[in-house]
């Protein structure tokens, strides 16, 4: 089965929408100004991030994971726009870093999260430039671009001291999460036991995965290198976790153990889960959750009361 057949709703409301070509989400985008900066290379092709900055910006940065099945498109970042999800972030002053990742079939999940470490160093290394406070960094994406934001909140550190490149020496730690419905322990994917190491439910996404999905005894170790969960310790930063109780790509039991771990691990931060009734991977009317995450932005990385 083609791969983004098998992505669907997601297809529908996380590509087709965030390519604009879904018709409940189409809008005109704020008045903002956009930029493309190169933060990287691999194998001669450029890595990139859009920048995008309101007209009255806050001071403040949040990164967009730009991917769907850990496929990655500028694309995407146009169908944000015009379908409307990105405009809560942006009324509110919030710069947007709209980060493109390399793609799978031709990358896989861990060379995907140095992508998205190295685009984070990389927009702190140059915060000052861009006009966002280098210490207040939030993340927010949705299924693999939930992945990827918890991965950033549960493994960002500090870089190499002793790094060349001035950009490596920067932190990729991230001080404030929102998601919708991402994957986070793909060893216990329904239920204790259950593999979805590029196997099972996920079978059609084993590219991003790689040879090391082939046999059970490395999907054992592979699963917990690329789970989130398994990172999660009290430094945790503040994490909100939007999730449908009838998603059946993604289920709501890996949100559920994700907070349950959080919880065990003694989380200094809060740790939310926002569960969206009969909801599956995706509904229209997720620009509208983006304001959550708006609140979540301005309650932990600005320190704003919280919004009525």
Known sequence: MNTLHRLSPLVLLLLSAWTGSHPLLAADPPPLTRSEVIYGRKFGTALTFDILRPEKPNGYGVLFMVSGGFFSSHDSIDGALKGGLLTPLLERGY??????????????????????????????????????RPD?????????????????????GP?????????????????????????????????????AVGVGVLNDFQPAFGPRSDTAESRAVYGREISPLEFVTAALPPTLIIHGDADKL???HQAEIFVKRAEESGARAPVKLVRREGKDHGWPGMDQ?????????????????PQP
């Open 95 to 132: 710069t947007v870093f709209a980060v493109v990742h390399g793609s799978q079939p031709r990358f896989i999940i861990p060379e995907i999260v140095s992508d998205v470490q190295r685009a984070t160093r990389f927009i702190r290394s140059h915060a000052s430039e861009y006009g966002v």
């Open 289 to 305: 959750d983006i304001r959550l995450f708006a609140d979540w932005f301005d309650a932990h990385l600005r320190g704003l009361p």
């Open 250 to 252: 993604v289920p709501i």
């Open 159 to 195: 870089g190499a001291a002793d790094a060349k490149d001035p950009v490596d020496r920067e932190s990729s730690a991230v001080q404030a999460v929102a998601c919708f419905f991402p994957p986070t322990d793909y060893r216990n994917w329904r239920e204790p036991g259950d593999d």
């Open 136 to 156: 207040r960094l939030g993340v927010f994406g949705a299924s693999a671009g939930g992945h990827l934001s918890l991965t950033l909140g549960t493994q960002g």
